[in-house]
């Protein structure tokens, strides 16, 4: 699919145009626009990964959210479920500031990498299968990329644990038969034909509806990031 490095996939996938669908929300969505954010020019594109391409830690969300990533065009930028995540990340050391409002707030990841098994904004947050399938070979070519130093994911959700393993096998690690079931806190080694494995982390994901409900607390949070993050060699606080 792609021959260059992260930076060529980031603009190709920008440029993906593959599900019709998808295609026609977020455009709408970026035309219609939040009443709060009517002066903002929506991105109304795919969003790439966010992070350095020698990341040695992964994080895997879901896809991104309507007036948050299609808004700002950045991985879980200004909205509430990436308040919690950046905040955490800053929390145990791995992000230079706690918030993210927009591309060009300064905030820089440290030895970590965000993205997700689908790129454009779903309606009702909701991927259906063959998006999510359609979209795959371009967390493929990203796990690629990122192979000789990546060290360890976490994965926030069902959803992305199910779309991510197939990923993982195409990108050459070993993903354990019968597949391993998603649970927060679960952890999975996946060894790999070459080179060294992969530590594998589940996580809730960082959703309004797990994060008000407090099925994910910050604390939670920041425990799964800072086992993970020790598991890729990252210092933490």
Not at 9 to 26: F, K
Not at 196 to 216: A, E, I, K, M, Y
Request: hydrophobic share 40%.
């Amino acid at each position: 699919m792609d021959t260059g490095g992260l930076p060529v996939l980031d603009q190709r996938i920008a440029g993906c145009r593959a599900c019709p669908r998808l295609v026609d929300w977020r455009e709408e969505v970026a035309r219609t626009k939040r009443a709060a954010f009517t002066d903002w020019t929506y991105w109304g594109r795919p969003v790439p990964g966010f992070g350095p391409d020698d990341a040695s830690l992964l994080i895997v969300g879901l896809a991104p959210a309507a007036h948050g990533g299609n808004r700002t065009g950045r991985m879980f930028t200004g909205d509430r479920s990436g308040d919690v995540l950046y905040r955490a990340l800053y929390d145990v050391g791995l992000a230079s500031q706690p918030t993210a409002v927009s591309a060009d707030d300064g905030l820089e990841l440290l030895g970590v990498r965000v993205t997700s098994p689908v790129h454009c904004a779903p309606p009702a947050n909701k991927p259906t299968p063959a998006e999510r399938d359609t979209c795959r070979p371009w967390l493929v070519r990203e796990l690629e990329l990122l192979r000789p130093t990546l060290r360890a994911v976490v994965v926030l959700g069902a959803f992305g644990w199910q779309a991510a393993l197939p990923a993982f096998a195409g990108a050459g690690w070993t993903v354990p038969r019968p597949r391993p079931a998603f649970a927060h806190g679960r952890q999975v080694t996946l060894d790999a034909v070459e080179g060294p494995g992969l530590r594998l982390f589940g996580c809730f994901h960082v959703s309004q509806r797990n994060t008000f409900t407090g099925r994910l607390t910050p604390e939670m949070l920041r425990e799964v990031l800072r086992t993970a993050a020790d598991a890729a060699g990252l210092p933490t606080r």
